[in-house]
């Protein structure tokens, strides 16, 4: 080798040299800010130390091109499964978020639109122009609702979180839109739901792991707010046994249609995995009592499979019965030792969770009428509730939560507008889902009947339970999730056709 040869050689290390020894420095300066930051428990600083390192370790990688956006690809899918949520200048630790939130969601979804916009350099649009605007619509509302109220800082963490939750949708639509990422989409997706499923059974049978409250097990007001202690409720890693059934009922659709759809890309070892993950995180759903859920995921198997029995020809119906009629017997082999439990749920007293509900509403309802334009403000519901509860029984004071509701506690908290704007969010997912329902490749269609079902079962267990619209919990950012993989059909639908 000649010496004109051996210089670029030695330039070239010493510049990867460089750049390693310059991001293990940005590492261990980002680490500290942040742990500085935090000023918080040792957790606290612990986590916040292994979030630098990882957003330093996946900026490592990609200047030095090796290949590990499918890990950081896995990670963004991973986290929707468990908590890794780190708030920074807490305010309190009751309402959510208590401060500003910085997630493993968040910066996972960073390194991946870092890598679209750098490496691949499309300027493609991403969301569609309806979409857009009414994201932009209903930003507006929610900064109103907490410029007009005066909202302390808590109110602008939660405007930052839900722009982190539509920051989700767009890199799920932007970083998803490929058939191959498709599929990994699906399969790490039914790969957090058997884990979910898997870890509850665990909670149930060996009480373990419980105790991780930093991970997502609950913390213990958490936990006796949703009735665990006395019913023996599971969480998973997803905070709450509630909120555990909600995102897993919602999710299920996306893994159970590939198999009714007979998307060729899954082989059939794969399709038999995806419907074992499908088995799991039934159980799951059984062991967390919440019925509200269970209806939601009669809704995502029903809904796929005729839509399945549909799409085919007459001569392949006879077959596709036979199957539905093998995988029924498998799950009611595998959900049999659950009936008593079920039957249990269904007929025994439910200690008034049902008709706490009810004033529960009123209270929101006065809330509404009374802040009709921009609501009491971006997270701002349970600060006021008080002053607006007439109910006989006081129930601010008796259950000290917000309406269980989610469209009744976005509406109170930024106005009515806002209530309809976030609706019409919702519809207009769902119609792109029933137009790339048409785009004539199975993949597709697979994942768009899978989002909108799955948005369908989310709404089932919206009607029963609180969700803030600056809410960091696991249920907001899956329906943002489910907007994300809707979107990235579309936008490979309009790819096609252009």
């Given at each position: 080798m000649s010496s004109m040869e051996r210089v670029p050689q030695a330039t070239e290390t010493r510049t990867g040299i460089v750049k390693i020894l310059g991001l293990i420095?940005?590492?261990?300066?980002?680490?500290?800010?942040?742990?500085?930051?935090?000023?918080?428990?040792?957790?606290?600083?612990?986590?916040?130390?292994?979030?630098?390192?990882?957003?330093?370790?996946?900026?490592?990688?990609?200047?030095?091109?090796?290949?590990?956006?499918v890990a950081v690809r896995f990670a963004f899918i991973a986290s929707f499964f468990f908590k890794g949520d780190l708030n920074l200048i807490k305010i309190n630790e009751i309402e959510d978020p208590s401060g500003l939130n910085l997630s493993l969601t968040l910066l996972t979804g960073g390194i991946l639109l870092f890598h679209d916009l750098v490496f691949e350099n499309k300027r493609e649009r991403v969301f569609p122009p309806t979409f857009l605007y009414l994201s932009g619509a209903l930003f507006v509302c929610a900064s109103l609702s907490v410029i007009y109220n005066s909202s302390t800082a808590l109110g602008w963490f939660s405007l930052f979180s839900f722009l982190t939750?539509?920051?989700?949708?767009?890199?799920?639509?932007?970083?998803?839109?490929?058939?191959?990422?498709?599929?990994?989409?699906?399969?790490?997706?039914?790969?957090?739901?058997?884990?979910?499923?898997?870890?509850?059974?665990?909670?149930?049978?060996?009480?373990?792991?419980?105790?991780?409250?930093?991970?997502?097990?609950?913390?213990?007001?958490?936990?006796?707010?949703?009735?665990?202690?006395?019913?023996?409720?599971?969480?998973?890693?997803?905070?709450?046994?509630?909120?555990?059934a909600w995102v897993i009922s919602s999710l299920v659709p996306i893994v159970i249609a590939p198999i009714v759809y007979h998307v060729k890309r899954f082989s059939s070892p794969q399709k038999i995995y995806l419907l074992v993950a499908a088995l799991s995180g039934t159980v799951g759903i059984i062991l967390s009592l919440a019925r509200g859920s269970w209806i939601s995921l009669i809704v995502s198997i029903v809904i796929p499979v005729i839509f399945g029995w549909f799409r085919l020809r007459l001569t392949e119906r006879k077959t596709y019965v036979i199957y539905l009629g093998f995988a029924a017997i498998l799950a009611c082999l595998f959900l049999a030792p659950f009936a008593l439990r079920i039957y249990d749920r269904l007929s025994s007293d439910d200690q008034g969770s049902a008709l706490i509900r009810v004033p529960l509403m009123e209270t929101a309802l006065r809330i509404i009428e009374d802040n009709p334009l921009v609501g009491v403000g971006l997270n701002g519901y349970r600060d006021n509730m008080t002053r607006y509860d007439e109910t006989g029984i006081f129930v601010s004071q008796v259950f000290p939560n917000p309406v269980h509701n989610v469209f009744a506690h976005i509406t109170a908290e930024i106005g009515i507008p806002g209530g309809i704007i976030f609706c019409l969010l919702i519809l207009v997912a769902l119609y792109e889902c029933f137009r790339s329902l048409n785009a004539g490749d199975a993949l597709l269609c697979a994942v768009a009947l899978g989002a909108g079902v799955g948005i369908i079962a989310f709404v089932i267990s919206a009607m029963k339970e609180p969700g803030s619209l600056g809410s960091v919990r696991p249920p907001i950012r899956t329906l943002f999730f489910l907007f994300g993989a809707a979107l990235a059909v579309s936008r490979m639908r309009r790819r096609m056709l252009s």
């Open positions: 420095l940005g590492a261990c300066v980002l680490g500290a800010v942040i742990a500085t930051a935090g000023v918080g428990t040792n957790s606290q600083i612990i986590i916040a130390g292994v979030l630098a390192v990882f957003v330093i370790g996946g900026a490592t990688c990609l200047v030095l091109d090796l290949p590990v956006v939750s539509v920051f989700i949708a767009f890199v799920i639509a932007s970083h998803f839109s490929q058939r191959e990422r498709l599929v990994q989409l699906i399969t790490v997706t039914a790969a957090g739901i058997f884990f979910t499923g898997a870890v509850a059974l665990s909670q149930y049978v060996l009480d373990f792991p419980t105790t991780y409250a930093a991970l997502g097990t609950g913390t213990e007001d958490e936990l006796l707010g949703t009735q665990s202690q006395v019913l023996s409720r599971v969480p998973a890693f997803l905070r709450t046994p509630t909120e555990m």
